[in-house]
């Protein structure tokens, strides 16, 4: 265990150290030099909901996304589906799904799973600009599997591998990349028992999509001419490599019983109304940072309610805004309790993301933890 918190550490210290070269002011400048930008897309609905603050407090499946190291929170099995409806009005449409297992007694295994799709479009050239020749669908898709384990009752880590594949008419590209993360709860205050709290105030890291370089490849690349002594000729376009878009997250949480009652079987601290205050930074390497506000409110572990904000520069000023997402979010779990003894649910997720232009964002999702 010693040995463990010791490379936790390292890991922190050399997040620290990487700020600079992400940038805390952001790498504006090199936006639009990057690809994998469905990377940086939230699929699932619950952490979407409140802003992505969740990176210290993300717990279960979700954690494929936000944090790896959230997966470890997995009881048993969680099964899920989300469906998102990208930019209403523009036709793309993202399914996620994933698949969590606890392995022996405090390590989870997990498969997680993207598609992207954006639809038919016309096919069109120099001669017909206008298409009525065929249509093609572009799709990016990724295939994640990841290992999370608890290490102790206050430091979880994750690890995971992602295999992306971009494809368009007769080209694709294809590469892979990892994510890494921790977390750190810790008990602050007491009950009104006088019994000391547990797992109010947390911590988190994230380090993503750092991996190799993708570059398009296919006959979509060559195409076929006639040079000016008749002959005809196939010349191939040389694509250029372009990088992940590679980000640290640095997050806490802090979560508020606001009814705590002791149980006196369980001699554990219940709770009808629990309100949990998330934040995180984000510090990008080919776009502008992030600032992450979240709020989570849960009623007797039914029904959640959730509200975020995400901040970057300029975003406040339509001239000035570099991102359809205008940084208002929200969102409802209502969860259907199967066995209480096995705290087996099943449940129905929605996220909210306000745009501008199109009609936001929808995300839809079904999830079962047993």
Wanted: a neutral charge; aromatic letters at 10%; one cysteine or more.
């Amino acid at each position: 265990m010693k040995k463990f918190s010791g490379i936790v550490l390292i890991i922190m210290i050399a997040g620290m150290l990487l700020m600079p070269t992400f940038g805390f002011s952001g790498n504006e400048q090199r936006a639009g030099s990057s690809g994998g930008s469905e990377l940086l897309i939230n699929p699932w609905a619950r952490s979407s909901a409140w802003g992505d603050a969740n990176v210290a407090c993300v717990m279960g499946l979700e954690g494929l996304y936000q944090n790896v190291a959230g997966l470890a929170f997995t009881r048993k099995t969680e099964l899920m589906f989300n469906n998102t409806q990208w930019m209403v009005g523009s036709g793309i449409t993202i399914n996620s799904f994933g698949l969590a297992q606890k392995v022996g007694e405090s390590g989870v295994i997990a498969v997680g799973v993207m598609n992207m799709s954006f639809g038919e479009i016309e096919i069109t050239t120099p001669e017909l600009p206008e298409g009525g020749i065929g249509t093609f669908s572009p799709s990016y898709s990724n295939i994640q599997l990841a290992y999370s384990r608890e290490f102790s009752n206050s430091i979880y880590g994750g690890i995971s591998v992602k295999m992306i594949n971009e494809g368009i008419a007769n080209a694709s590209a294809s590469g892979f990349a990892i994510d890494a993360g921790i977390q750190y709860v810790t008990g602050l205050g007491r009950d009104k028992a006088g019994n000391r709290k547990r797992d109010n105030l947390r911590f988190g890291i994230a380090m993503k999509n750092v991996g190799s370089t993708m570059k398009f490849k296919g006959d979509g690349m060559a195409f076929t001419g006639i040079v000016p002594n008749g002959t005809t000729m196939t010349v191939e376009h040389r694509s250029q490599e372009f990088e992940l878009p590679s980000l640290i997250k640095i997050g806490l949480s802090y979560t508020i019983n606001l009814d705590a009652k002791v149980d006196s079987v369980s001699e554990t601290v219940v709770s009808n109304h629990q309100l949990t205050i998330a934040a995180n930074f984000t510090a990008n390497s080919f776009t502008k940072d992030q600032y992450h506000i979240g709020l989570e409110y849960g009623f007797r572990n039914i029904l959640f309610l959730r509200g975020g904000y995400i901040y970057e520069a300029g975003i406040t000023d339509a001239t000035t805004r570099t991102t359809a997402l205008t940084g208002p979010t929200a969102g409802v779990s209502i969860q259907i309790p199967m066995n209480k003894e096995k705290k087996s649910v099943i449940a129905i997720d929605y996220s909210y993301r306000a745009t501008q232009p199109f009609a936001g964002v929808h995300t839809f999702g079904a999830r079962v933890t047993l």
